[in-house]
């Protein structure tokens, strides 16, 4: 969002990165959206049930996440098409945000490349979820984020049958796919006389990779029933980490196999600090020890990593 067309803003000498940009960034990505979220569901669900004709068509608990992010907003009206500009124009980076599509369990990217590719006179595309409409910049995060029950489900106002959408962790938790199949497609479209490159793929995890065992103890009836959605939710972590891992060693075996193609280099940041949570309202605590896992020596030994590679390009 703070990426201009002259990239992004440095110092007046352009050669280091503005400090109050980045500081503002972090600001604004440590404000909670929670108590918007209880409003709309106190409010507007809560009242749509009993006497839906009181309440607008698009008043909701998502809404209102929505308006709480757009505050914290250098352009709160941004959109995908605005940002495919710059894309075009070379000084933005790509984007994309990854969504489950409810009725089919398939996924769809809301991108500002060409992630869905699909005939334009086609009526079958399960990727054209929105019939081609623009999308603002807030909505297509939100929608990535719809943590089941937590957010609502959502699908497109449009004049045909739409689907609805939820939280894109459900079918590639940590975008690493998206991420290699935008590589492999940039490295398919380059000339074979191209020169060869170097790529830095930065992964940022949010749960450690190996979480350590719980004592022995009689578990409760009541284990019973939570049981199933705690597997279900480790799930969701654990075995999407080790497709990525058998994805990138594909990936990177393909591209050795080519010749010609980009060597890969991998920066792994991870937070390891089991105390601290990722949850809707993050407390002084919790923003205290998310601060403190950057400094843990595996993360210090990314960021050299990072730095490393940076300085020879």
């Known amino acids: ?21 980045l500081a503002r960034i972090r600001e604004a990505s440590w404000q909670p959206s929670d108590s918007e979220n209880a409003w709309g569901l106190v409010y507007p669900d809560l009242t749509r049930t009993f006497a839906p004709l009181f309440v607008p068509r698009l008043l909701d608990r998502g809404w209102a996440m929505q308006q709480a992010w757009k505050r914290h907003m250098r352009v709160p009206d941004a959109s995908l098409n605005g940002w495919r ?29 060409d992630a869905n590719p699909c005939a334009a006179s086609s009526a079958e595309c399960p990727d054209d979820v929105t019939q081609r409409y623009d999308v603002p910049i807030v909505t297509a995060a939100r929608l990535a984020a719809t943590f089941p029950i937590v957010a609502p489900v959502a699908r497109a106002q449009v004049d045909a049958p739409a689907y609805h959408l939820s939280d894109g962790g459900i079918w590639d938790n940590f975008g690493l796919t998206a991420a290699l199949e935008w590589l492999n497609r940039a490295t398919l479209a380059s000339p074979p006389d191209a020169p060869r490159r170097e790529v830095l793929l930065i992964e940022i995890r949010s749960s450690p990779t190996e979480r350590p065992l719980p004592p022995e103890e009689e578990r409760a009836w009541a284990y019973e029933l939570i049981g199933p959605l705690q597997a279900m939710n480790g799930v969701r972590s654990n075995a999407q980490r080790v ?24 920066a792994v940041f991870e937070l390891s600090d089991p105390q601290a949570k990722l949850a809707w309202h993050i407390g002084r605590r919790d923003l205290q020890r998310i601060k403190d896992a950057w400094l843990l020596e595996k993360n210090k030994a990314a960021l050299e990593k990072v730095q490393a590679f940076l300085s020879v390009q």
Request: net charge negative; charged share 20%.
């Open 243 to 266: 497709r990525n891992e058998f994805e990138i060693s594909l990936l990177a075996d393909s591209w050795a196999a080519s010749g010609n193609a980009p060597a890969l280099t991998r």
């Open 85 to 113: 500009q710059g894309v075009a124009a070379g000084w933005r980076p790509s984007t994309a945000f990854g969504v489950t599509v409810v009725e089919t369990g398939g996924r769809h990217l809301f991108a500002t490349y």
């Open 1 to 21: 969002e703070a990426y201009e067309p002259g990239g992004f803003p440095t110092t007046g000498n352009g050669q280091k990165v503005d400090d109050r940009t």
